[in-house]
Nanobody, 122 residues
Framework: QLNLAESGGGLVQPGGSLTLSCTVS???????IGWFRQAPGKEREGVAC????????NYADSVKGRFTISKAAVKDTVYLQMNSLTPEDTDIYYC????????????????WGRGTQVTVSS
């Protein structure tokens, strides 16, 4: 059983940066952690994923070059560094976990956090 908690959301101006954290309790090394985002009435979008043991990462085209997913020095935390933010990045951001590799679909993640709101506005 894994429990996830996101933090770090907030209000940021266009062009600004924000770092989200995902803390995983019940952590295991053989885990993939993904970040997703979703606005009310819209489909959930995969943003990035990291296979914790190898450090291998995947990104959505919409965030490549702007967002970075990384492992913290402490083994149960994953970050999402977001740069050059635009109003289109405004969403609720969720982290999710599964045992195994980064999958192709959100439905393959078994464990989800409650989300943290990111608002990009001047």
């Amino acid at each position: 059983q894994l429990n996830l908690a996101e933090s770090g959301g907030g209000l940021v101006q266009p062009g600004g940066s924000l770092t989200l954290s995902c803390t995983v309790s019940g952590f295991t090394w053989n885990v993939a952690i993904g970040w997703f985002r979703q606005a009310p009435g819209k489909e959930r979008e995969g943003v990035a994923c990291i296979k914790y043991s190898s450090g291998r990462t995947n990104y959505a085209d919409s965030v490549k070059g702007r967002f970075t997913i990384s492992k913290a020095a402490v083994k149960d935390t994953v970050y999402l560094q977001m740069n050059s933010l635009t109003p289109e990045d405004t969403d609720i951001y969720y982290c999710a976990a599964r045992v195994g590799n980064c999958p192709n679909s959100a439905v393959e993640f078994n464990y989800w956090g409650r989300g943290t709101q990111v608002t990009v506005s001047s």
